[in-house]
Nanobody
Framework: QVQLVESGGGLVQAGGSLRLSCAAS????????MGWFRQAPGKEREFVAA????????DYADSVKGRITISRDNAKNTVFLQMNSLKPEDTAVYYC??????????????????WGQGTQVTVSS
C-alpha cells in the first residue's frame, strides 16, 4: 500500500511560481509511476502530469506544457511539480496519485488507485 502526502500549495500572483511536493510511504516507491491531477471548483478532476517509475518518460496536459515540470527523487520517495508562469486558471486542488499496480503507466485518473489528500493552489490575477 502507498500513502501520499502533498505539500507546497498556497496563494500566488499570476506569473509566479510554486513547487508542490508529494511524499510517499513504502519501500517500493521507485516501482510506481506517479501522476498529478487537479480539480477546480465545479469542474471534473483533470490530468496535469505523469512520470514513469524511473523518470525516463513524462507526459503533460496541453494546458500546462512549457510551464510545469514533473520530477521525482526515488531516494527520497518524493515526486515534485514545479509550476512556473502560473495563471488564474491554474487555481485548483492538486492531487498526487499512484496506480494500484507497479510498473504501470497511464495518464487516466481512473487507472490511479492511491491518492493524496490534495493541496490548494490559488493564483490571483
Amino acid at each position: 500500500q502507498v500513502q501520499l502526502v502533498e505539500s507546497g500549495g498556497g496563494l500566488v500572483q499570476a506569473g509566479g511560481s510554486l513547487r508542490l511536493s508529494c511524499a510517499a510511504s513504502g519501500r517500493t516507491f521507485s516501482s510506481y509511476a506517479m501522476g498529478w491531477f487537479r480539480q477546480a471548483p465545479g469542474k471534473e478532476r483533470e490530468f496535469v502530469a505523469a512520470i514513469v517509475w524511473s523518470g525516463y518518460r513524462t507526459d503533460y496536459a496541453d494546458s500546462v506544457k512549457g510551464r510545469i515540470t514533473i520530477s521525482r527523487d526515488n531516494a527520497k520517495n518524493t515526486v515534485f511539480l514545479q509550476m512556473n508562469s502560473l495563471k488564474p486558471e491554474d487555481t485548483a486542488v492538486y492531487y498526487c496519485a499512484a496506480p494500484l499496480r507497479t510498473y504501470y503507466y497511464s495518464i487516466e485518473s481512473g487507472q490511479y488507485g492511491y491518492w493524496g489528500q490534495g493541496t490548494q493552489v490559488t493564483v490571483s490575477s
